[in-house]
């Protein structure tokens, strides 16, 4: 079991920073793939970014590719996403996902996840 509480959302205004942060309880954390979704108002959730329990290889969409880092620090059991250049098109709730499965075939879909966070709100004004 892997228990989720993101935070480090908030109001930003177009090409700010902001970065996010997503604690993780629960032994398996070293060994889980770690990703970041959004879900925007009236749309369905989409991948954003993940990073596999080795750390070896990250993976982005193409719309947050180049401006968007996601970093793992299993000493603290935390994964972050250092967000940059932001626009409005950026804004949603931003949810953290695990899930121990091997390979990487699954990690850019939503349903390849078990555990999910609360969420947390980025909101980027034009």
């Known amino acids: 079991q892997v228990q989720l509480v993101e935070s480090g959302g908030g109001l930003v205004q177009a090409g700010g920073s902001l970065r996010l942060s997503c604690a993780a309880s629960?032994?398996?954390?070293?060994?889980?793939?770690m990703g970041w979704f959004r879900q925007a108002p009236g749309r369905e959730r989409e991948f954003v970014a993940a990073?596999?329990?080795?750390?070896?290889?990250?993976f982005y969409a193409d719309s947050v590719k180049g401006r968007f880092t996601i970093s793992r620090d299993n000493g603290k059991n935390t994964v972050y996403l250092q967000m940059n250049s932001l626009k409005p098109e950026d804004t949603a709730v931003y949810y953290c996902?695990?899930?121990?499965?091997?390979?990487?075939?699954?990690?850019?879909?939503?349903?390849?996840?078990?555990?999910w966070g609360q969420g947390t709100q980025v909101t980027v004004s034009s």
């Open positions: 996902a695990a899930d121990n499965k091997y390979g990487t075939w699954w990690l850019r879909t939503a349903e390849g996840y078990n555990y």
């Open positions: 629960g032994r398996t954390f070293s060994s889980a793939t």
């Open positions: 990073i596999p329990w080795s750390g070896g290889g990250t």
